[in-house]
């Protein structure tokens, strides 16, 4: 795990460190001051490439989060099907018939999305808020609907794929079935 997922902190302190020593060059005139400056500044530079060029695995895992949920916006049901575990049939099943059921507008989002990282980063808990429009075509239903997730993921064959759906009540928290209407 890299010691950050934030590249700000450093870049700033790089960037303040810079600032003065540029500072302390136009004043003073010293060669030193100059070269100081321009190395703190191009380390500033570098700690934001560095942290955008290491991808933890809770970052990993945010991404497929983000891949799953557009993927249910554009009706791709393999796409979806294919992050759940193999070995999780019943989920593969229940993932299908609500994509069957239920259109996903393209006004989802994703919002508080955090992860959890267990097992020696062999697991994971991603917790998130899905919130958007969905339309029931069986009961002629359009509306807006609040959802609240909690997905375990399980790193399969080089890829995260979900092992465990869990729906929660968007305002309690406490678990409710995947597939029932929503009545707050």
Not at 20 to 40: C, E, Q, Y
Not at 63 to 86: F, G, L, M, T, Y
Request: with cysteine.
């Amino acid at each position: 795990m890299w010691f950050t997922e934030n590249p700000w902190p450093g870049v700033i302190l790089f960037l303040i460190l810079g600032g003065i020593f540029l500072g302390r060059a136009m004043s003073k005139g010293l060669g030193r001051d100059w070269m100081l400056a321009i190395l703190l500044f191009a380390c500033s530079a570098g700690a934001y490439f560095l942290e955008q060029a290491i991808v933890t695995s809770a970052e990993e895992v945010e991404r497929r989060v983000h891949e799953v949920v557009q993927a249910c916006v554009d009706n791709k049901v393999p796409v979806v099907v294919d992050s759940i575990s193999k070995g999780q049939v019943a989920l593969r099943t229940l993932a299908l018939t609500g994509l069957t059921m239920a259109d996903i507008h393209e006004d989802m989002h994703v919002s508080d999305l955090s992860v959890e990282m267990t097992a020696q980063n062999s697991r994971a808990l991603s917790r998130f808020r899905a919130n958007g429009t969905v339309s029931v075509g069986n009961v002629s239903y359009t509306g807006h609907a609040a959802t609240r997730w909690e997905l375990t993921w399980q790193r399969e064959e080089g890829e995260w794929r979900i092992v465990e759906i869990k729906r929660l009540n968007p305002i309690t928290g406490e678990e409710m079935p995947v597939l029932k209407q929503s009545t707050n």
